[in-house]
Every structure is written in C-alpha cells, then in structure tokens.
C-alpha cells in the first residue's frame, strides 16, 4: 500500500496527517555555501501535504473530512475518508463542503457530473469547467493544479480531445487522460493582514539595509557625514550600474 493511504488518524504538531505529508530542506539562499539570493531565511518550519494526483481509488465513493492549508504550494486541501478507514489529500475545488460525497472512476453517469468528482476526458460533456490534467494516460495530473485554474473542453473526436488552458492556449490529448469535474478554489492573498514585523521573518524575509545607510566599505552609496544626494550613480553592492544601463549588444 503507497504511503499516501494511512488508516489512522494521528495528526501531527504541524496539523496534519503523519504519512500523508513530509518535510522539505530549505537552501537558505545559498548554493554550495555561497549567497546566490540576498535577504532570504528559511523561515518557520513546514510540511508539506503528499496529494493523490493518480485519484488511485477508482469507483469508490468518499466523503471530504476536513479542510486544510498547503503553506508550501500556497493551495487549499481536503481530507477524503474512503471505506476501511483509507485517507487521501486533493486539491479543494470550488463547490465543494463538509461531508460533500466525492467520486471517481472510469465510467461516471450524467448525475454524477459535478465538481469534485474525476473520470476520464471523454466522458466530460462540452464546456464543462475540469483542473488537474493529465497529459500522459496514467501519467498523474500535470497542467491546472494552481489555485483558480480551469480548463474547458472546446472538442473532441473517437480518439483526441481539445482542451483550452487558463494561457488561452490549447492542448491536444488523448481520450483516456484522467481529469477532475470543476475548478479550483481561489486564495485570496490581496486580503493578508501582516500585524506584525516578525511575520516576514517566519515567511523567510530578512530585512533589507539600505546602502546609504551602511559603510563605504560594504556598499558603494555608503559613508560620508549624514545623507548625501547625488554622490553617486545608483550602483548595486557590487558596483555594478542599475540605471541607464544598456540592454542591447548593439553599438
């Protein structure tokens, strides 16, 4: 059994399920010991969640749990509970509730065609909303995972499907490409209040000194008796020119 699927309930002290999440290592900025990104930390310590791309259990109904937060993929969660006590994370789709019924599987009656549930692309009637695509049969989902992404299928014939992508691009796939009915939930960042300084601090955000205010030694703006304007060009610590740069090879 893939460790995906667990038959306890034992949440761990980051709120999630032990098997079905796992942690990540942070670089810090640093690659080989060496600064490549400035005024970057790890921040606080996350997990992120292990989600069932596959929709492994097929003609198995399911009922949504909980609902939780992916603070590494910054997406929405569900938890689904299927017979003999087996749990799997996805993504959490708009539409859908507490205690919402959740199904897939390769051959799907009309009534059963509403967010949440999966079946393969051929099955899906025209301009139906679907996320999670798989570009490969088999493959797992590839292209639509993000938050507020979508599709819509635009034709099909015996053997393809033409499918409209958020991009306004269109994909052509196979028949037997598994994809799930609706579109998935938005997060609205614009609506974060950060009360307090320290909370960049845990998202990873070092503070960033302004170079007149440091020393000639560490930035070229730095140094002299107070502020001091138009001392200089605008260079970045290195010395290297910021404004008025030329972006052509051309002469």
Not at 17 to 42: A, D, E, P, Q, Y
Not at 176 to 194: D, E, P, Q, T
Request: charged share 25%.
């Amino acid at each position: 059994m893939s460790k995906r699927f667990v038959k306890n309930l034992f949440i761990d002290k980051f709120g999630s399920l032990n098997h079905l999440s796992k942690k990540i290592k942070k670089s810090c900025g640093r690659s080989f010991g060496k600064i490549v990104s400035r005024n970057r930390f790890t921040g606080s310590k996350k997990k992120i969640r292990i989600l069932d791309y596959y929709r492994s259990l097929w003609n198995i109904f399911g009922i949504v749990i909980k609902f939780d937060y992916d603070c590494i993929k910054k997406i929405s969660v569900i938890l689904i509970s299927y017979p003999q006590g087996i749990l799997t994370y996805i993504n959490n789709l708009s539409g859908i509730r507490f205690g919402s019924i959740i199904f897939s599987g390769s051959i799907i009656d009309k009534n059963l065609i509403k967010s949440g549930n999966s079946t393969f692309v051929g099955n899906i009637p025209y301009h139906n909303k679907i996320n999670n695509l798989e570009i490969k049969p088999f493959k797992g989902s590839q292209y639509l995972r993000s938050s507020g992404c979508f599709g819509k299928i635009i034709k099909k014939n015996l053997l393809y499907c033409w499918i409209k992508l958020k991009s306004n691009n269109f994909i052509k796939i196979s028949n037997l490409c598994f994809v799930s009915i609706g579109s998935i939930k938005i997060i609205k960042y614009n609506l974060n209040k950060y009360k307090k300084a320290g909370i960049n601090y845990l998202y990873g955000k070092k503070p960033n000194v302004r170079g007149v205010a440091k020393n000639p030694v560490d930035h070229p703006h730095g140094g002299g008796e107070g502020k001091k304007s138009g001392k200089s060009i605008s260079m970045s610590p290195w010395g290297k020119l910021i404004k008025g740069k030329k972006t052509s090879s051309k002469r």
